[in-house]
C-alpha cells in the first residue's frame, strides 16, 4: 500500500472554527505524525469532529491552516484532498450495491479497470461474497467493513475515522477495534479517529488528544495521559480519579508534603502539573486501583512512608475480578478503592472503620484552581 | 508520547488569517429559488394585486374599467351573496366531517387491520383518481337518478324523510336538491382526508394500543386517548384539504344541485365568465379567500399544528 | 353480535371504500350503454359502438391530447422549478426562508376559484390571450407547491452524510449532485411529477378560467355536460382507470420480483 515516507504529517496551524457567536474549535496547533493511529477524545460537542471534517475538508476553518506534508490543503474542497473518511453511521450509498459503494471513489477518478482492486478490498474486510448486495441488507458490523473499504482502497494519505464504532454493540465493538488497528498497521497510513469512548482511544491510538470545550486539554500517550493527567478534566474523563483538596505544607525538595483534614500525605514534584508553593492549594489525584484497603484494626501493619487515609466503607460491590468500595472519608466523601479478589477479608462490608494506603508514587497534583468534577458527568453518558 | 508530537497548544498560537465562505457559494440558494420564486411571484402573487385592483375599479365593459377606490363593491357585494357565502360554508363544513366520518374507519381500517390487503386497499383509494372526476361526478347523476334503486332505497328507509325535514331534499327527490351537492362534494374530497389520516395513523407504534390495554385502558378509552390524539396531524391536514377546495368549489353545485343550491363558487365563476362584472367578482373572490384564510388560520391555532407543508 | 362490534370498523371502512368505488363502476357499466337521447344518464341497451370509435364525436380525442400536452409541459416545468426550490430550502441556510415558506404554502391553502379568477385579472388586464400558454403558465403555478412538498419531505430524510461521502470519495460538485443526491431523491421527484401531471391532467376549475377557446379534456366533459354526454366519454374515463390500474400493479409486481430476486 501506501510507502511509508511519501506523504508526511497533518499539520495543523492555528485553526479555529466559528459558527456565528459560537466557537466550536478554539485556534489550535496540532501535529500528526505520519503512519500514527491518532485519536481525538472528547465528550459530544467538545469539538473533535469539526476538526476532523477540517482536515476532511467538509468544514471550512474560519481561521488557521490544514497542511499534509509539504502541501497546504486548507482551501482544496474535499474531493481534491488525498484524505478519505469513514463517517458516522457510515453513510453508505444506499442506491448503490457494496462492489459499486467501494469503486465509487476509484470510478471518481477515472480508473477504469477497478474490477481486481475491488475484489481485492472486499477480500480484506472479509465481505466478498456480499458484493452484489445493498448496504440495507448487511449487519451493522458488515457495513461498518464497507466503509472502511471504501475508503483504504483510495489509498489516501490519511483516514479519518468519525465515530466509527459508536453503531456497534460492544462485543462487536470490541472486535472492530482490533481489527481497525491490524488493518492500520499493515497499511501503515495514518488514522485519526474521533471518539468519546477513552477506552476505545486508550486501546487503539499511539497518541490522544483529549478536547474539552473546544480546546485540546492534553495530549499525549494513553499510558502517560492516564497517568499524568495534567488538568481534572483529563483526570476524570479518562477511568476514574480519587481528588483530594488540600493545603501545601512543603514544597521545593523533590518531594511535596500536603495536608487534608488532619492526614499528611506526600508526592513527587515531577507529578505536579502546578508548581505548588507552601501554603497554597494542591488537588493530590490518585487512581482507584494504585490503592490498598485494610481494617482499622490493622494499621500496624501498613508499612512506613506510604501515604494514609481513614475513612468508612459507604459501599461495596463485587465485580467478579476486583471489589468496588466506596470509602467516605475526611479529606474526600467519596473515594473509590478498587481490590483486586485475591484474598477477601469479610470484615470488610459497609460501615466498617477502614485505613487507605498507597505508594506515594504514584500520586499526582493538579492545578486547585479548577473545577473538581470536570469531565465527570460526560465520563457517564458517554459509557 | 510519540517524540514527533505537536507541543501541547497553549499560547503557540500566531494571529492566523481569517476566511471567508466565497460569494458564489453563498450565493447558489438564490440561484435555486430564483426561477420557481419568480413564477409564483408573476403568476400567484401579482395576479392577486391586479384582483385587488381590479375590485375597486368601476365602469363597464364598453367604456373599460378604471379604479376609483369604490370599496363600495365589496359591501353590495357581500348583502346580495351573503346566503351563497353561507351556504358555501355550510355545505363545505358538512362535506369535511362527513369525509372525516366516513374516512377515518377506512383509514384506520387500512392501517391497523388489513394486513396483506393493506397495498390492494391503498390502491382502490387512489384508483377513482385516474378517471376524470368530472366523469364520476357525473354519474352520481345516475346513480341519484329520480325512482332510480338508490332513491328507492332511501325512501324506503324514511332517510329522506329526516333529510327533507332538515332541508337537505324535496320530496322523493335527491338529484337537484343540497343533499345531492353535498353528497357529491363528500365523494370527491374524500381522498384528500384518507391519505393524511393514514399517513399519520399509519405512523403510530401498535405496541402503544398493547400498552394502553396493559394500563387498564378499555378499546373505545384507547382509541379516544391514544390512537384519536396520535392522529390529529392526519386530521387537521384532512380536514383543510377537504373544507378549502369544497369551499370554492362550483362543479358539484351545478352538475348536481339547482339554482337553489348555487354556492359562492358558481358566482364568480358566472360574474367573471357570463356576466363579465369584474369589479364584483374580483370582490366576491377576496371575501372568500378571507374568510377562508382566517378560518384556517384559527383553527390550525387551536389545533396546535402549524408545519403542515 | 360481539362479531359485529369487533368488526364494525371493517364494515364502516368497506363501505366507504364501496362509496368511493361505486361511480367508477358507473362509468364503466354506461360505457357500454346505448342511450335514447342525447344524455347518457339512463340505462337503455348493451352496445360496443362507443368502444369501437372512441374518437367518433368530434374534438374529443383533440381535446384529450391537449390535456395530455400541457399536463406534460405542465409537469416538467413544476418538477424542476419545485425541486431546485425544495433543495434551496432544506440544504441552505438564508434569509427569507420563512417568506419562501409562506409563499409555498399559500397556493395549498388556497380555494382553486380565488387563484383562477386572480390569474384571469392578470391576463385581462395585460391584454394576454388565453389559451394554452395561459393554461400551461397556470398549471405549472399550482402544480409547483405539490412538487416542493413531495421533494422536500424525501429530502429531508435524505443523510447530508451521503454527500459529503460523495465529496470525499472524490465526486465533484457536478458528479455528487449526479450520482448520489439525484438517484436518492428520485422517488421524491417522480411522487411530485406524478401528482403534477394528475393535477395538471384533470384540472378544471383554473382551467375554465383561463382558457379562453381552447378545450381541454375537462372542458369537453364539462361543455358536454351541457350540451349532451356521449358515451365515448365514459370509454375514456374506464380505459385511463384500467390502463393506471395495470401501470400500478405491473410496477408493485416488478419492484416485489426485484426485492425478491436479491440474495437475503
Known amino acids: 500500500m501506501t510507502d511509508k515516507t511519501a506523504g508526511g504529517d497533518v499539520r495543523l496551524a492555528g485553526i479555529s472554527k466559528h459558527y456565528g457567536s459560537f466557537t466550536a474549535v478554539h485556534p489550535l496547533d496540532l501535529t500528526i505524525p505520519q503512519g500514527s493511529f491518532f485519536a481525538l477524545l472528547g465528550a459530544s460537542g467538545c469539538g473533535k469532529t469539526t476538526t476532523l471534517r477540517m482536515i476532511a475538508g467538509l468544514e471550512e476553518p474560519s481561521t488557521g491552516t490544514v497542511s499534509l506534508g509539504d502541501s497546504e490543503v486548507t482551501h482544496l474542497p474535499p474531493y481534491k484532498r488525498p484524505v478519505n473518511t469513514v463517517f458516522q453511521s457510515y453513510a453508505l450509498f444506499p442506491h448503490l450495491n457494496i462492489y459499486e459503494n467501494v469503486a465509487f471513489g476509484l470510478r471518481r477518478r477515472g480508473i477504469k479497470s477497478v474490477k481486481k482492486q475491488v475484489d481485492d478490498m472486499l477480500e480484506l474486510v472479509e465481505l466478498g461474497q456480499f458484493a452484489q448486495r445493498k448496504p440495507h441488507q448487511l449487519s451493522g458490523g458488515q457495513q461498518q467493513r464497507v466503509a472502511v473499504a471504501r475508503a483504504l482502497i483510495n489509498h489516501p494519505q490519511v483516514l479519518l475515522l468519525d465515530e466509527p464504532l459508536g453503531a456497534l454493540d460492544l462485543k462487536l465493538r470490541r472486535q472492530m477495534q482490533l481489527e481497525l488497528k491490524r488493518i492500520q498497521t499493515e497499511v501503515g497510513i495514518t488514522f485519526v479517529h474521533v471518539t468519546h469512548d477513552q477506552e476505545e482511544a486508550m486501546t487503539m491510538a499511539d497518541t490522544v488528544a483529549v478536547m474539552n470545550g473546544g480546546r485540546v486539554e492534553q495530549l499525549g500517550a494513553p499510558a502517560e495521559l492516564y497517568e499524568n493527567p495534567k488538568t481534572t478534566f483529563v483526570a476524570n474523563f479518562l477511568g476514574t480519579s480519587n481528588l483530594i483538596e488540600a493545603e501545601v505544607l512543603e514544597a521545593g525538595g523533590s518531594d511535596v508534603t500536603v495536608s487534608s483534614a488532619g492526614a499528611t500525605l506526600r508526592l513527587p514534584a515531577a507529578r505536579c502539573s502546578t508548581t505548588p508553593k507552601a501554603g497554597g492549594k494542591l488537588l493530590v489525584g490518585v487512581r482507584p486501583e494504585k490503592m490498598s484497603l485494610v481494617h482499622a484494626d490493622e494499621e500496624d501493619t501498613v508499612a512506613a512512608g506510604r501515604n494514609k487515609v481513614r475513612g468508612t466503607i459507604a459501599a461495596s460491590s463485587f465485580i467478579g475480578v476486583s471489589t468496588q468500595y466506596v470509602i467516605d472519608s475526611p479529606v474526600c466523601p467519596e473515594l473509590e478503592v478498587y481490590v483486586q479478589n485475591i484474598e477477601r477479608d469479610a470484615r470488610l462490608a459497609p460501615g466498617a472503620e477502614v485505613v487507605l494506603h498507597w505508594n506515594p508514587e504514584h500520586t499526582f497534583g493538579l492545578d486547585a484552581a479548577q473545577d473538581i468534577d470536570a469531565g465527570i458527568e460526560t465520563v457517564e453518558e458517554g459509557a | 508520547m510519540t517524540a514527533t508530537a505537536a507541543p501541547p497548544v497553549a499560547g503557540t498560537v500566531t494571529e492566523p488569517p481569517v476566511h471567508k465562505a466565497s460569494l458564489r457559494k453563498r450565493l447558489v440558494p438564490y440561484w435555486l429559488l430564483l426561477p420557481g420564486i419568480l413564477w409564483l411571484l408573476v403568476f400567484f402573487v401579482l395576479p392577486m394585486v391586479y384582483q385587488a385592483s381590479t375590485s375597486v375599479q368601476t365602469g363597464s365593459l364598453e367604456e373599460g374599467f378604471k379604479v376609483t377606490w369604490h370599496f363600495q363593491t365589496y359591501w353590495d357585494a357581500l348583502t346580495e351573496y351573503y346566503p351563497q357565502f353561507l351556504r358555501s360554508l355550510l355545505y363545505a363544513g358538512t362535506a369535511t366531517v362527513l369525509c372525516l366520518l366516513l374516512g377515518y374507519p377506512l383509514a384506520y381500517l387500512i392501517a391497523f387491520k388489513a394486513g396483506r390487503w393493506r397495498n390492494l386497499l391503498l390502491v382502490l383509494v387512489i384508483a377513482p383518481f385516474f378517471t376524470s372526476f368530472l366523469i364520476r361526478t357525473l354519474a352520481w347523476k345516475t346513480i341519484l337518478a329520480d325512482g332510480g334503486p338508490v332513491v328507492e332505497v332511501l325512501n324506503a328507509l324514511h332517510v329522506l324523510d329526516v333529510t327533507s325535514w332538515l332541508g337537505m331534499t324535496e320530496g322523493e327527490r335527491v338529484l337537484a336538491t343540497p343533499l345531492a351537492v353535498v353528497c357529491g362534494l363528500t365523494y370527491n374530497f374524500l381522498p384528500f382526508m384518507i391519505l393524511p389520516l393514514y399517513t399519520s395513523l399509519e405512523r403510530i407504534d401498535t405496541r402503544l394500543h398493547e400498552a394502553a390495554g396493559d394500563l387498564y385502558a378499555r378499546p373505545s378509552t384507547t382509541f379516544r386517548k391514544v390512537t384519536f390524539p396520535l392522529s390529529m396531524p392526519g386530521v387537521v391536514s384532512g380536514t383543510l384539504l377537504t373544507f378549502i377546495p369544497a369551499s370554492g368549489d362550483y362543479v358539484n353545485a351545478e352538475l348536481l344541485g339547482s339554482t337553489d343550491t348555487r354556492m359562492i363558487g358558481n358566482v364568480i365563476q358566472s360574474q367573471y365568465l357570463r356576466i363579465l362584472d369584474y369589479p364584483t367578482a374580483a370582490a366576491l373572490s377576496f371575501i372568500l379567500m378571507a374568510i377562508v384564510l382566517i378560518m384556517v388560520t384559527i383553527y390550525i391555532r387551536r389545533a396546535g399544528t402549524e408545519d403542515l407543508v | ?264
Open chain 3, 1 to 264: 353480535m360481539r362479531w359485529l362490534r369487533r368488526n364494525l370498523v371493517v364494515i364502516f371502512g368497506l363501505g366507504t371504500l364501496a362509496y368511493m368505488i361505486l361511480p367508477n363502476v358507473v362509468v364503466t357499466v354506461f360505457s357500454f350503454n346505448n342511450p335514447a337521447g342525447r344524455f347518457n344518464y339512463a340505462w337503455q341497451e348493451f352496445s360496443l359502438d362507443a368502444w369501437k370509435d372512441p374518437c367518433g364525436v368530434a374534438d374529443l380525442c383533440g381535446s384529450l391530447s391537449l390535456s395530455l400536452q400541457i399536463a406534460v409541459w405542465a409537469t416538467i416545468g413544476a418538477t424542476v422549478l419545485g425541486t431546485a426550490i425544495a433543495f434551496a430550502l432544506v440544504r441552505y441556510r438564508f434569509r427569507a426562508r420563512g417568506a419562501v415558506n409562506s409563499l409555498i404554502f399559500l397556493p395549498m391553502a388556497m380555494p382553486e376559484i380565488v387563484m383562477a379568477a386572480s390569474l384571469l385579472a392578470l391576463f385581462l388586464n395585460m391584454g394576454i390571450q388565453l389559451g394554452f400558454w395561459t393554461i400551461l403558465i397556470a398549471h405549472v403555478m399550482f402544480c409547483l407547491s405539490f412538487v416542493v412538498a413531495a421533494v422536500k419531505a424525501r429530502v429531508l430524510s435524505m443523510d447530508p452524510r451521503l454527500e459529503e461521502a460523495a465529496r470525499d470519495l472524490y465526486a465533484g460538485p457536478v458528479q455528487t449532485f449526479a450520482r448520489v443526491t439525484l438517484p436518492i431523491a428520485a422517488p421524491g421527484i417522480a411522487a411530485g411529477a406524478l401528482l403534477s401531471f394528475a393535477l395538471s391532467f384533470d384540472d378544471f376549475i383554473i382551467t375554465n378560467f383561463n382558457s379562453g377557446n381552447t378545450v381541454t379534456f375537462p372542458m369537453f366533459v364539462w361543455g358536454s355536460a351541457q350540451r349532451g354526454t356521449p358515451v365515448q366519454i365514459n370509454v375514456i374515463g374506464t380505459a385511463m382507470f384500467v390502463i393506471a390500474v395495470l401501470v400500478v400493479l405491473v410496477g408493485q409486481t416488478v419492484g416485489n420480483r426485484r426485492k425478491n430476486a436479491q440474495p437475503k
